[in-house]
């Protein structure tokens, strides 16, 4: 069953601690991004890979790393750097260039606690 | 880069009115243009899409309407009912590009 997976779906931080949330897809997809969804904000592009051992910085990159070592994955970590971290968290991928549509994950809601 | 317009943020209608959604996007190289709908906690899906070598598409109670002179394009659902209640996204991509653009969404709400 192809598509995209997320995980956790919920999940709970201390300040000060760094956490991992976890993208995978099966689609054989190029690219893979990843985006904050706050209410009334719309879908903000965080960091995108367009293939493996690539990524560039979106438009609120800071507090945020990556990584892209498989093309299956594309974990983002969230720092103890960005100051307000709380958030809906969508994984998203795309064959690549070319008109198609993104395929999202179910999200990750990170809340600190 | 793109930017894209949508408007209205919010949108509340009674079962069986239409709804109009609008984006505006500021490239013209773009190309394709999606819709997404994303019900409550869940992660958006694409429900109709159109590009640029067309007008007009139609998907039973959804149509999707394209100007490219202006640089708009509509999402149009017809005979709305409750379950058509979520936040829906307009994108804009060119086929060079990756990454799609996002407008900001409406919140579609459909009273009974």
């Known amino acids: 069953d192809g598509g995209i997976t997320q995980s956790p779906k919920y999940l709970f931080r201390k300040e000060g601690q760094n956490v991992t949330l976890s993208c995978e897809q099966n689609?054989?997809?190029?690219?893979m991004y990843w985006y904050r969804q706050d209410p009334g904000q719309g879908l903000r592009l965080i960091y995108y890979?367009?293939?493996?051992?690539?990524?560039q910085k979106g438009d609120i990159a800071e507090g945020y790393s990556v990584s892209r070592e498989k093309k299956e994955s594309f974990p983002l970590t969230v720092t103890s750097a960005q100051k307000n971290p709380t958030a809906f968290y969508l994984c998203?991928?795309?064959?690549?260039?070319?008109?198609?549509?993104?395929?999202f994950g179910q999200g990750t809601r990170l809340t600190v606690v | 880069g793109e930017n894209v317009e949508q408007h209205p943020s919010t949108l509340s209608v009674q079962e069986g009115d239409s709804a109009v959604i609008k984006c505006t996007y500021s490239d013209s190289a773009s190309n394709y243009f999606p819709w997404y709908k994303q019900e409550l906690g869940k992660r958006p899906q694409l429900i109709i899409d159109?590009?640029?070598?067309?007008g007009e598409k139609k998907d039973q109670r959804i149509a999707v309407t394209l100007n490219k002179t202006a640089k708009h394009f509509s999402l149009h659902i017809t005979e709305t009912q409750p379950e058509d209640s979520a936040v829906y996204f307009c994108?804009?991509?060119?086929?060079?590009?990756?990454?799609?653009?996002f407008g900001r969404g409406t919140s579609l709400i459909v009273h009974p």
């Open positions: 994108a804009a991509k060119w086929g060079g590009s990756y990454i799609p653009t």
């Open positions: 998203a991928s795309t064959p690549g260039q070319g008109n198609t549509e993104a395929f």
């Open positions: 159109i590009r640029s070598n067309v």
């Open positions: 689609l054989n997809h190029d690219a």
């Open positions: 890979s367009q293939i493996v051992n690539d990524f």
